[in-house]
């Protein structure tokens, strides 16, 4: 009889996107994935592939050198690259045995567009998540008719406030996925006084192709907040080539909010506008 154990296997690749952690799967074509709406794979924007621990060859790196986030019952290790934050893999027992939850954005060279995404859990269904409680200063724009819009990363060591004049029906216009990224982040756009940051201390910030932006995330959990550009001098910037100065110059007022860190909020309703983000930058190489 026909089973998944049966069914011809293919090797796929997987990383973190600064390439500490690379591993192979050597598993039944994927086709599905699981989408969860629990707070945790929200955030992380995790689209996830169960497979048994023996079919996963880690090839880079090593499970022990990921930053582990378990929370609730904690059965499952939520892993993540301590250098670069993308949620590469997870694992947790099950009867069945150890089972490794490949997170199928760090695959290599897989539409995860095209894949059929099968609904699990949900917020109602989760071990409930006490929202984090934002208790830093207002931001300084004062815009008529702007709404304050509350966020964190999921264990809470981070919080922020995002005063924006946008509605969330005009907010669609500026929400883009980056799909070719791993990170499966929905960007919008606020100005750097319309955002408040607390909780800098527990911030990683990465950076990579021009290097003049940083990507910030919790390095407790792993939850990326959004980008902030780095503080160029004059000389920095006048060093820059000329693609990465225009950028800087034309942005750098802006602070990218990944709107998957708000709280109480869903993406439900808004347009998405999908951007290959392997268009901006340098030419990314995957390890
Ligand atoms: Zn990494
Ligand atoms: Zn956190």
New binding site residues.
């Given amino acids: 009889m026909a089973s998944d154990a049966q069914a011809p296997t293919k090797t796929y690749r997987g990383n973190?996107?600064?390439?500490?952690?690379v591993y192979e799967a050597t598993i039944p074509e994927i086709k599905s994935v699981m989408e969860c709406g629990c707070s945790i794979c929200f955030k992380k924007a995790y689209l996830l592939l169960f497979t048994p621990a023996a079919t996963v060859n880690i090839v880079k790196g090593d499970l022990e050198s990921l930053t582990t986030y378990q929370f609730a019952n904690k059965k499952i290790d939520h892993m993540f690259?301590p250098?670069?934050g993308?949620a590469v893999i997870g694992k947790g027992d099950t009867p069945n045995g150890l089972l490794y939850a490949l997170n199928a954005r760090c695959i290599q060279g897989l539409d995860t567009a095209a894949l059929t995404k099968i609904p699990a859990g949900g917020d109602k269904t989760e071990p409930q998540r006490v929202t984090p409680v934002y208790s830093g200063p207002n931001p300084s724009a004062q815009v008529e008719g702007s709404l304050d819009y509350y966020g964190s990363c999921h264990c809470g060591d981070v919080t922020f406030v995002m005063r924006s004049k946008k509605s969330t029906e005009t907010m669609s216009a500026v929400a883009r996925l980056l799909e070719s990224l791993n990170y499966g982040v929905d960007w919008i756009y606020p100005e750097l006084k319309e955002v408040v940051v607390q909780g800098g201390d527990s911030i990683t910030n990465y950076n990579f192709s021009w290097g003049i932006i940083n990507k910030s995330f919790c390095k407790k959990c792993g939850v990326l907040i959004g980008s902030k550009f780095r503080d160029l001098t004059q000389d920095e910037v006048d060093g820059l080539g000329e693609a990465a100065k225009a950028f800087y110059l034309r942005a750098n007022n802006l602070q990218p909010v990944n709107l998957r860190a708000l709280d109480n909020f869903t993406l439900d309703g808004l347009d998405i506008k999908i951007v290959d983000g392997t268009k901006f930058g340098r030419d990314y190489v995957e390890p």
């Fill in positions: 973190c996107h600064c390439g500490a952690f690259c250098k670069c993308v």
